[in-house]
């Protein structure tokens, strides 16, 4: 099946330690994206990717860092830095980085902090 | 503020009756305008797009409109089903590839 695979789908977190996000996908897509999404908000970009080995950072990348050596895997680490990450985290990824294609979502992961 | 404001925040209908979801927005250069539904806990999913030079689509019992001049756009829903219970996303783009989302308007479909 083509689509993009999130994992774990539920994680949690002791206050200092870092946790890795995977997010994997096979539909070739190029561009490749994590947001966050918090209750009665709308998703905030954390960070995007166009090309492989290439990212850049969205409007909340503070105590998130990403990496992309692979073109189908855009992993995302939650650091200690960040000082509230109790949310639900989406990947997406588009067939290129224009405007007019549709984004396509993974099935989230859930981060909660104990 | 945010650029893509939704109403109503929440809804709740009956089985079988319609309903208008609206979307306003400040996005500029406007590009497209997307509706999402996510169920809770999954990823959201693509209903429609449209450009700037589409006034109305449908996707089933899904219609979508957009107004471009006063940029609002709305979302109807004909015949609800329970499964239409849902969060329903606006996302609109701006011609520098930026996707700007709104919060989301909460839908219950009752028996």
């Known amino acids: 099946d083509g689509g993009i695979t999130q994992s774990p789908k539920y994680l949690f977190r002791k206050e200092g330690q870092n946790v890795t996000l995977s997010c994997e996908q096979n539909?070739?897509?190029?561009?490749m994206y994590w947001y966050r999404q918090d209750p009665g908000q709308g998703l905030r970009l954390i960070y995007y990717s166009q090309i492989v080995n290439d990212f850049q950072k969205g409007d909340i990348a503070e105590g998130y860092s990403v990496s992309r050596e692979k073109k189908e895997s855009f992993p995302l680490t939650v650091t200690s830095a960040q000082k509230n990450p109790t949310a639900f985290y989406l990947c997406?990824?588009?067939?290129?980085?224009?405007?007019?294609?549709?984004?396509?979502f993974g099935e989230g992961s859930w981060l909660t902090v104990v | 503020k945010n650029q893509v404001e939704q109403s109503p925040q929440s809804l709740i209908i009956l089985e079988g009756k319609n309903c208008t979801l609206q979307c306003n927005y400040t996005v500029s250069p406007f590009s497209n305008l997307r509706w999402y539904k996510q169920d809770t806990g999954r990823g959201p999913v693509s209903l429609t797009i449209?450009?700037?030079?589409?006034n109305t689509k449908s996707n089933g019992r899904y219609t979508a409109t957009l107004d471009a001049d006063t940029k609002q756009s709305s979302l109807h829903i004909t015949a609800s089903q329970l499964s239409d219970s849902a969060s329903y996303i606006c996302v609109v783009s701006e011609n520098n590839n930026d996707m700007r989302f709104g919060a989301g308007t909460r839908l219950t479909v009752k028996p």
């Open positions: 539909l070739n897509h190029d561009a």
């Open positions: 449209m450009t700037f030079s589409e």
């Open positions: 997406a990824s588009k067939r290129v980085a224009g405007s007019g294609n549709t984004i396509y």
